[in-house]
């Protein structure tokens, strides 16, 4: 059974802080994304990293950034959090080719930036 | 760059009631995925189509690939409570990145 895991189901953080997001999947998958999740505006994908130490930029990758050291683990990076920041963010993970194999969700981190 | 658009946003519907989502793209698509994702839940995948004019069926749910794989569409048949949740279609161009469409909530009256 695939599991993808967040560090925090919650998170509240102050305008400026640097805010780390880590992800974990056990399934042995080369590609790991980051996205976000506001009302009205669906899935945005933030950064994806198709091989440990290789990334790629999204839609979205203006304010963060990416670590990816071990093959299971992703991380996303706030490097001065903003209160536009504040949004659901979700990882996942999937097989490759990427675009044609399922992704697998984690439970995702609800963020507020105050 | 490309994008994969959702309509409705939003579907209130009498349980029992059919429902429809539909999904359009500009450029013609390699793959679409459906994603359910439940309230307070994560996304979770449904179904691939590959194949231009591709129908699949999963108990009520019906999944269509339109002809020239521009746009797809899910239907559910006399929808349920358990159906309520917004659902996504997943577009990719060459089989690379997934685009996400924005999503149709669906919510289901008893």
């Known amino acids: 059974d695939v599991k993808v895991t967040q560090s925090s189901r919650y998170l509240v953080k102050r305008t400026g802080e640097k805010v780390f997001l880590e992800c974990v999947q056990d399934?042995?998958?080369?590609?790991m994304f980051w996205y976000r999740q506001d009302p009205g505006l669906g899935l945005r994908l933030i950064y994806f990293?198709?091989?440990?130490?290789?990334?790629e930029k999204g839609d979205i990758p203006e304010g963060y950034s990416v670590s990816r050291e071990k093959k299971e683990r992703f991380s996303l990076i706030l490097e001065s959090a903003s209160t536009n920041q504040t949004s659901m963010y979700l990882c996942?993970?999937?097989?490759?080719?990427?675009?044609?194999?399922?992704?697998?969700f984690g439970p995702g981190t609800r963020l507020t930036v105050t | 760059g490309q994008q994969v658009m959702q309509i409705p946003q939003y579907q209130h519907v009498q349980e029992g009631e059919d429902f429809t989502t539909y999904c359009n793209s500009s450029?013609?698509?390699?793959?679409i995925q459906w994603y359910k994702q439940r309230p307070g839940g994560h996304p979770v995948f449904l179904i691939q189509?590959?194949?231009?004019?591709e129908v699949k069926k999963q108990k009520r749910l019906t999944f269509q690939f339109g002809e020239a794989k521009k746009n797809s569409s899910l239907h559910i048949t006399a929808t349920q409570t358990t159906d309520v949740g917004t659902y996504f279609c997943?577009?990719?161009?060459?089989?690379?990145?997934?685009?996400f469409g924005a999503g149709t909530i669906l919510r289901v009256k008893s």
């Open positions: 996942a993970s999937s097989r490759n080719p990427s675009g044609r194999r399922e992704q697998y």
């Open positions: 399934m042995d998958h080369e590609n």
């Open positions: 990293s198709y091989d440990v130490k290789m990334k």
């Open positions: 450029t013609t698509l390699s793959n």
């Open positions: 189509l590959v194949k231009s004019g």
């Open positions: 997943a577009g990719s161009l060459y089989g690379n990145k997934l685009v």
